[in-house]
């Protein structure tokens, strides 16, 4: 575990898992409210096959808190700057909701430093539904805090047959969920997604192979809105059955083998 100092003087957590491997690098961006701890079990299986590198963007995990909501161009200069730090010149990268659109965002701006791009729970045809829980979290933030957000969300982000499997650990996951955020971050991060550029507009020019990987349950993206990502994108789609919107934490081995099958 590192930190590195950006050139506006915030700092940013980051880890490599790599076993000393020469092989190519593998970036997976997080989501919203998750930080390098969500990629742990992830980051051991597939350092056998990539130099991994997690990283927590500003306002999430161990980095630090934003001043006001960052852009996408924002978080995708953060991590052109880590790249240089560490001396990668170029990455697959694998973006997970909020992460989805950094990874989109950095393919826009920087373009001669991505390989390939996976992109999940991510959707071109955004719903009336899916907008309006992301302004009913940002609400439940502000008047109710962090906790009562974390509860709020786990029924729109989790499927029903991990919660059926997981109701015991459930205040455990929220206790975690709070110690590794903090308020001001979260809100800042969501006011900022909110403001991002549409996601169809994002993936409208790209030249870059890519896999979209949905999931069936999930209340924030539909598969047709995935299936169009990809379509815009010219590249594959895959849904993942029995599975909400956290699809590396409630299918990881599916989540997993879709990225090996891709990247390699």
Known sequence: MSTFELSDGKKLHFETHDDHSQGPW???LNGMTQSTQHWGSQARALREHFRVLLYDARGQGGSDAPEAPPT???HAADLAELFDHLGIEHAHLAGFSHGARVALGFANDFPERLDRLVLCSATARPTALADTIVRAWHQVLVTGGLEAMAWASLPTILGDDFLASHQKFLDNVIKASVQR?????VRLLLE???AFPP???LAADLNVEALVISADQDLLVTSEGAKVLA???GGEHICVERCGHTIPIERPDAFRDALLEFLN
Request: hydrophobic share 55%; proline share 0%; net charge negative.
């Open 231 to 233: 379509d815009l994108l």
């Open 72 to 74: 996408l161009a924002q």
């Open 26 to 28: 593998l970036v997976l």
């Open 199 to 201: 996601v169809a507009e």
């Open 181 to 185: 955020n903090s308020e001001q971050g």
């Open 192 to 194: 900022g997604l909110m």
